[in-house]
């Protein structure tokens, strides 16, 4: 589980498809509303509160749908959220 981005919120879950970065954009923004950080909580009970580091991750909330979309190409934040939480169907 983890927190999503109020101007990104449309559904119950946040999703993110690794193949979205071939085309340079997230599907939700993560939230940062602690400090430019965001808690991710596992399975297995552990928790991970990363601290977000490009300025596309660290949206500000505007209180508009759909938010601007933005560079995941060449985003750290994004590879750093797809190798915790991504999996490839076979």
Do not use: K
Not at 29 to 43: E, Q
Not at 65 to 86: G, I, N, V
Request: charged letters at 20%.
């Amino acid at each position: 589980m983890t927190e999503e981005h109020p101007d990104s919120i449309n559904n119950g879950y946040l999703i993110n498809n690794p193949d979205l970065v071939a085309t340079s954009q997230w599907g939700d923004i993560p939230a940062s509303l602690h400090n430019g950080a965001c808690n991710i909580t596992f399975a297995d009970g552990h928790i991970e509160t990363h601290l977000w580091r490009g300025a596309f991750t660290r949206v500000p909330v505007l209180y508009a749908y759909p938010p601007t979309r933005f560079d995941a190409f060449t985003s750290a934040d994004y590879r750093w959220l797809m190798e915790r939480t991504t999996v490839r169907y076979q």
